[in-house]
């Protein structure tokens, strides 16, 4: 049974030691090191070996000395057994290293004797190896979005691995690609457009729905329960079969190729979510206060206005702040109602670009910065808000 | 009183609802409906403008003093398809003016030249001529004359709103289409990226959910995906994928693991060989599924995240008392509390991803293998610009998504009544 436990822990630990330094390594070969092998078996026995004589030490010496002496012996190992390598990539072994053997702190041959430990140490391990791998799996291409935006294409095509920014460059050099896409490719305009069709769309949404939302909530009118179920199954209904009815009509209405025609789409495709965001919370709004609003004399207009409005604030900042998200990432209709780039949005003009075989990836990459940054920004902000937005909106995308 | 109040309260109740409704209506149930008109229709993209007579002004001086000139209107029919009814011509000329040998179509009458062109049929075209002359014999200004723009009208029929229908579309979608092979591909894609989500996603929730430092930072990061423009994200998976200098590429060659470039989302199969059996998977889809997969499993994360921190904790404990393993405890405390979860994402995503274009659309078009229905209403209706067939393709989607929905409720619905 002991020995079981023993050798999943020793397997299972060195495997996630081995994928953590396998990472360090790809990303350390993104910096310009020329590695050419992964040396998985070699990494594999190193850290058995190191976890074995972790075990064996036990408890015998001082954790933080054990740990630091440990990590340093199996550095030394790595750098003697491994491909020649600078010393900041050592460094970085050693400090992972550490952070691995800290990680087994609370095992022991003692603690190798517990119920169930084969299994807590796979879901421990499991978990440790999880957070890396979604980091590293999530990160990755919006490093490669980054730094590809920083360099040039002929580097890029000479050594497609070596991402390294070479900051002794002046600034204009490295910003370069961001001076030439707001330049020569107009994309101050496209800013403009795409802000303003996404706060158009946020403010009048906000408009439509909020009395709707309240009426849903709060007044009785026959139909309502068809509505309050129509507006789930609506947000159901894809963009892409509304499309060619839209396209045809708005074609002869010449609505295409204007700002208003994109904001009239948005609202109408974001406001069922809106609605039912909104009515959510308005219902759970006290009607007692209303009341005292009805006493006072106001009529709907104003119960909504001086009472329902500032209750609700938080919830109308997360209808605002999902819909706002909606409209700026949105593609689908800007793909089709776009033809000239007059009237490009962000996400457009950087379709238009790519359509051009010549453009260089650094100015792909460095409009998507562009696009994907501020919806970044709004997010790590505002998470709180967007993160209950997206839960309560639930089912749209 | 009451019944006054609440006749009050409804009137209220339908001005707050009607713009929202009326919006909504317009924009997306009317063209629901209109695909199913569209559908039955032989309509091109080129046939939806409505035909409209034109005429362009050209004016040249034919005397020496510049008293006379000639005006030209190089007249024509706006479609190539359609004819337009009685024409009718205006065009307004200064004063002292006077037409010379007017054409017998039109008169002059206090200034103006009022012309009845009768029915152009479809691609028609003429030059009309016009001779005019200054009464006084002084010289006109051909810029005056030039920057009066002719006034036309004419009766045509909206190609859109004509009575004659077909089935053509439908047949077509049925019959030349490899129907079957898109509806699989769709079903693929939708079936594997939706299962795919969800497993992702309750993996990540169950990381997320376990005492670690920095798991709120862990939460927004696995959110990223999710937020980003879709544009920006598939041309970095683009870029990182290509053959021939993409950085996944280049890393396995690199590293050894493969010998020459794979190229994910261009090749249509690969063949893979597995304990000596070997088979064909369709690379360039599973790629796209891959991606779809990134990109939607914060969703369900998310969901699966908020649900497994509202299950009691005491649960839990009560499982350690009884001498629980942890996987003991996953299977018969987790899984039961987030199934209900999993049934309404499995519903949604499943819908969602059946729709979905961008992504596909961005990262390969629709080629090599991943041709799906709404890709398909885009091919058939802008590519080809066939109109009456992309709709007849969404009105396919519409009908298969109505009968999701319809399977969905009647399981749903008796799950409900027996619990």
């Known amino acids: 049974m002991k020995i079981k436990s023993l050798i999943i822990f020793l397997v299972i630990s060195s495997f996630f030691l081995t994928c953590i330094l396998s990472i360090w390594k790809i990303m350390s070969t993104l910096q310009g090191l020329s590695f050419t092998n992964l040396n998985i078996t070699l990494v594999f026995s190193i850290g058995i070996f190191l976890s074995l004589l972790f075990v064996i030490i036990g408890n015998k010496i001082n954790h933080l000395i054990k740990i630091f002496g440990l990590s340093f012996l199996f550095s030394i190992l790595y750098f003697y057994l491994n491909e020649a390598s600078p010393y900041w990539y050592i460094l970085g072994v050693f400090l992972i290293t550490l952070f691995f053997t800290n990680k087994l702190k609370k095992y022991s041959i003692q603690s190798l004797k517990e119920d169930f430990i084969s299994e807590k140490i796979i879901f421990d391990f499991i978990t440790l190896f999880g957070i890396v791998f979604f980091a590293f799996v999530i990160l990755f291409p919006f490093y490669i979005m980054l730094v590809t935006s920083f360099k040039t294409q002929i580097a890029l095509l000479v050594n497609p691995l070596d991402f390294s920014l070479d900051f002794s460059k002046n600034l204009t050099e490295l910003f370069k690609s961001y001076f030439v896409i707001f330049d020569t490719y107009n994309f101050t305009r496209y800013i403009l457009i795409s802000s303003a069709v996404s706060i158009g769309t946020v403010i009048v949404t906000l408009l439509f729905a909020i009395p709707a939302a309240y009426a849903v909530a709060r007044l009785n009118f026959f139909g309502k329960n068809f509505l309050s179920t129509s507006i789930l199954i609506i947000y159901m209904f894809p963009a892409i079969v509304l499309v060619i009815p839209l396209y045809t009509v708005f074609s002869q209405l010449g609505l295409r190729n204007s700002i208003f025609g994109l904001l009239i789409v948005y609202t109408a495709t974001t406001l069922p979510v809106a609605i039912y965001m909104l009515q959510g919370y308005f219902k759970s709004i006290p009607k007692e206060i209303e009341d005292a609003g009805i006493m006072d004399g106001q009529n709907w207009f104003g119960i909504i206005l001086k009472i329902i409005i500032p209750l609700s604030l938080p919830a109308i900042a997360s209808v605002a702040l999902y819909v706002f998200m909606i409209a700026w990432n949105e593609f689908l209709f800007s793909l089709m109602f776009l033809d000239s780039p007059k009237s490009f949005t962000l996400s457009r003009a950087i379709q238009y670009l790519s359509g051009d075989a010549e453009t260089p990836r650094q100015y792909l990459m460095a409009g998507s910065v562009v696009v994907t940054l501020p919806v970044l920004f709004i997010f790590i902000y505002f998470e709180k808000y967007l993160v209950s937005g997206l839960t309560a909106g639930s089912v749209k995308e | ?419």
């Open chain 2, 1 to 419: 009183m009451s019944v006054s109040l609440s006749k009050l309260e409804k009137r209220t109740a339908y001005t707050l609802v009607l713009p929202a409704v009326l919006l909504v209506f317009a924009i997306v149930l009317f063209p629901i409906f209109a695909n199913v008109w569209i559908s039955f229709k032989d309509i091109e993209l080129k046939d939806i403008r409505i035909p409209e007579p034109r005429a362009k002004k050209i004016v040249k001086s034919i005397s020496e003093n510049e008293s006379e000139l000639k005006v030209i209107y190089k007249l024509r029919n706006s479609s190539l398809i359609q004819e337009i009814r009685n024409v009718q011509f205006q065009d307004k000329f200064p004063k002292n003016i006077s037409p010379i040998d007017l054409d017998p179509r039109c008169n002059f009458k206090s200034k103006k030249i009022i012309c009845d062109f009768g029915n152009w049929e479809a691609k028609y075209r003429e030059n009309f001529e016009i001779i005019i002359k200054n009464t006084n014999d002084e010289r006109i200004d051909k810029k005056i004359i030039k920057s009066r723009k002719p006034i036309l009208s004419g009766t045509a029929n909206n190609p859109l709103l004509t009575t004659n229908f077909t089935l053509k579309n439908f047949k077509k979608v049925f019959y030349e289409n490899n129907f079957v092979e898109l509806l699989l591909t769709t079903f693929y894609f939708t079936f594997f990226g939706t299962v795919g989500a969800i497993i992702f996603g309750i993996l990540a929730a169950q990381l997320v959910n376990q005492n670690i430092r920095g798991r709120t930072y862990m939460r927004g990061i696995l959110l990223f995906p999710y937020v980003g423009p879709v544009v920006a994200l598939a041309y970095t998976w683009t870029l990182l994928l290509d053959p021939n200098s993409g950085t996944l590429n280049a890393l396995l060659v690199n590293f050894n693991i493969i010998e020459t470039p794979i190229n994910l989302l261009g090749q249509k199969y690969i063949t893979l060989s597995i304990l000596g059996f070997e088979f064909k998977l369709r690379l360039a889809l599973t790629t796209v599924i891959f991606f779809e997969i990134w990109r939607y499993f914060p969703l369900a994360f998310l969901f699966i995240l908020a649900r497994l921190q509202a299950i009691p904790q005491s649960l839990y404990e009560a499982a350690e008392v009884d001498g629980a393993s942890p996987t003991q405890k996953f299977i018969h405390i987790t899984l039961p509390q987030i199934t209900a979860i999993i049934s309404i994402l499995f519903m949604i995503r499943f819908i969602w991803n059946f729709n979905k274009f961008e992504d596909i659309f961005l990262l390969t078009g629709g080629a090599s293998g991943t041709r799906t229905l709404p890709i398909n209403v885009y091919q058939q209706g802008f590519a080809v610009s066939d109109i009456g067939m992309g709709s007849a393709v969404s009105i396919v989607i519409v009908m298969l998504l109505l009968s999701f929905m319809f399977i969905y409720f009647r399981l749903v619905g008796k799950k409900a009544n027996e619990d």
